[in-house]
């Protein structure tokens, strides 16, 4: 008999079925026992009168894998309406350990740090699988999205000879007796993969190593890069990016209903188009002084919260930053050659998406390199390329566990990451 998952029980109503799963809770009353199933669809409410079903049922520990061949039967207060019957019981495996908090509860009680120690079961938890959903569903929305407008998808190097943002927070390796790093970013790659697909994207790890201990930060998180050729200027790179965040949040709420539903989720509208203001503005709105070189955290949120009630949007572009806090290859303003033609794109008053557009002749990337003393060596592989012809091109990275905390309104963004790498954790 085929196997029946807990959400197809409504169709077999009637019928002999057959039901895997995990022991989810069991329920031992004087009269009648309730065995409740999960799997990775659902639950699944088993009804246990026989007295020898019984016995064995008292046997069990929570989360033994468990095979249920039953009648399902018709009732509005079981899970989806039905619940199976006449059952009989067959272990799967050897009877589980019980974990060190109970799964069965609407909420897990236990600390986040007790979760990501034994996170191979607490990710079992409706709400902690359900964000992996809603990730898992964003990712598909963000390549369906480019997809769409033609873009090509790119698979780059993680180990480098240099350091892309040539900063020193970077982790170091051993590379057949050579320095390598891991990548901070794809982005020397996926500039050099416009010259022959005109637009790319990737879906990949990026290695941080900075030694922050936030509830916004990680070491290794996935990062959903693009970038685009033929571009006027950064605004064209907003375009896109605007309509590949509303292609996420469509095919999350497609994809990912149910676990929308389990964590009470509702996701926002994306704007036709995204309210945007220049750097030095944002300053203003924040309250920051006017020669602040960057926005703090404080002030990002004083600006979501401007752009909630001025726009009544969840999202807001802060274009023209400082050249100075921008990497090399970021175009400069034309206008304004202090300001660059980048943005940052913020999502409840959080950094989200960082992009612009950037330099693309050979001749402004030695300048750019010069007037900060860098050297030229270690990016000869990297700037050959625009000798060769480039287009003007721009792109952006999202931060997909980033974009999934905000998104759920986690407090950190450990709880939407199965296994997060940080300052402190390297296992499990």
């Not at 909630?308 to 949007?313: D, F, L, Q, Y």
């Amino acid at each position: 008999m085929q196997r029946t998952l807990s959400q197809q029980l409504p169709a077999r109503i009637g019928t002999t079925v057959r039901i895997a799963g995990w022991v989810h809770r069991r329920r031992l009353l004087k009269s009648v026992a309730f065995l409740i199933v999960r799997d990775a669809t659902g639950l699944a409410q088993v009804v246990v009168t026989d007295p020898a079903v019984r016995a064995e049922l008292e046997k069990l520990t929570e989360e033994t894998v468990v095979e249920v061949t039953a009648t399902a039967t018709a009732n509005g207060t079981a899970p989806a309406g039905v619940e199976l019957t006449d059952p009989t019981v067959r272990l799967l495996g050897s009877p589980a350990a019980p974990p060190p908090f109970d799964l069965y509860r609407p909420a897990l009680t236990a600390s986040l740090p007790t979760q990501l120690d034994n996170a191979p079961t607490a990710l079992r938890h409706p709400t902690r699988s359900a964000a992996l959903r809603i990730s898992a569903a964003a990712v598909a929305g963000f390549r369906a999205a480019l997809d769409a407008q033609d873009f090509v998808e790119v698979h780059t190097p993680k180990v480098v000879s240099s350091s892309t943002e040539s900063g020193a927070n970077v982790f170091a390796l051993d590379w057949f007796g050579r320095p390598a790093y891991l990548a901070q970013s794809p982005q020397f790659y996926k500039q050099l993969m416009v010259g022959v697909f005109e637009r790319v994207y990737e879906v990949g790890p990026v290695f941080r190593a900075e030694p922050h201990d936030t509830v916004r930060h990680l070491a290794q998180y996935t990062s959903l890069d693009a970038e685009l050729g033929f571009v006027t200027d950064h605004r064209d790179v907003m375009g896109v990016l605007r309509d590949t965040v509303a292609g996420m949040l469509d095919t999350v709420s497609g994809r990912a209903g149910s676990a929308l539903a389990t964590l009470g989720v509702t996701p926002p509208q994306v704007p036709a188009e995204i309210p945007a203001v220049h750097f030095t503005e944002a300053l203003t709105i924040a309250g920051a002084p006017a020669d602040e070189p960057d926005l703090a955290p404080a002030h990002e949120r004083a600006l979501g919260e401007w752009a909630r009630r001025e726009h009544g949007s969840d999202f807001l572009f802060v274009t023209g930053y400082p050249m100075a806090k921008r990497p090399f290859y970021t175009h400069p303003d034309p206008a304004r050659p202090a300001y660059s033609n980048g943005f940052d794109l913020l999502f409840r008053g959080l950094e989200l998406v960082t992009g612009g557009q950037r330099l693309h002749r050979h001749a402004d990337y030695l300048a750019a390199l010069a007037a900060r003393d860098e050297p030229v060596e270690p990016y000869i592989g990297y700037l050959d390329a625009f000798r060769h012809g480039m287009p003007p091109h721009g792109g952006f990275a999202i931060g997909l566990e980033r974009f999934v905390a905000r998104l759920v309104g986690a407090a950190n963004i450990r709880e939407v990451t199965a296994f997060p790498r940080d300052l402190h954790r390297l296992t499990p």
